[in-house]
């Protein structure tokens, strides 16, 4: 089983994990103000990949820019991965690609711990389709991170995912054993909330 065939209740019960369900869990984050042809930029794209219709689009004409965009407002360091293997505890099923892995490390040619955001891009048949069916692979993931940073002897307090269908976005956070899933979505237009959201959580504050 990889990271791909897990769902929300077989993550929580392989990994014996505490949920609560909190809303508004990200709300009160500080925003961030992309660059206003970046605003305009992304309103074009969102059309063309809601036109696309699949992972793939959702991945490079959305997601991507919004990660580069929290690159360049962050004040540390990170290197941000985009479709590479993290094959971290196979006999538990924790191997795959990660859509997006983002590090709180400089360096780019090798994923270096700590790790600590996994963003996922579920694959979606149909425009209505709900993107809670990335929850599961996303805390996979997550476990996943929290396994790697303690084995290079690089942890971290918190662990944090987002699932997302390009237009619309959920964060979670992991602590320990502690699952939180934000039941607030967030929609694309406001993109100065998600980068705030993504903001906090490389400052480990969220």
Not at 101 to 110: A, Y
Not at 148 to 176: H, R, S
Request: hydrophobic fraction near 40%; aromatic fraction near 8%; proline fraction near 5%.
């Amino acid at each position: 089983m990889a990271y791909s065939n897990f769902t929300l209740e077989t993550a929580v019960e392989t990994f014996d994990l505490e949920i609560v369900e909190p809303v508004g869990l990200f709300s009160n984050l500080e925003t961030i103000d992309p660059e206003e042809f970046f605003t305009v930029e992304l309103a074009k794209k969102a059309q063309l990949a809601d036109a696309m219709n699949t992972d793939k689009g959702r991945s490079e004409l959305i997601v991507s820019p919004v990660i580069v965009q929290l690159r360049q407002h962050c004040d540390c360091p990170i290197s941000i991965f985009s479709g590479n293997d993290f094959d971290v505890d196979a006999e538990s099923s924790l191997d795959g690609v990660c859509d997006f892995l983002i590090s709180l490390s400089p360096t780019q040619l090798f994923i270096r711990a700590p790790v600590t955001i996994l963003v996922d891009v579920p694959p979606i048949a149909g425009k209505d389709e709900s993107i809670i069916i990335g929850l599961g692979p996303c805390v996979a993931k997550m476990v996943a991170a929290q396994r790697f940073n303690t084995k290079k002897g690089n942890e971290i307090p918190c662990i944090y995912g987002a699932t997302t269908k390009g237009t619309e976005w959920m964060f979670l956070k992991l602590e320990e054993q502690k699952l939180s899933i934000d039941l607030m979505s967030y929609r694309i237009e406001q993109c100065d909330k998600i980068l705030g959201i993504l903001s906090s959580m490389v400052e480990q504050k969220a």
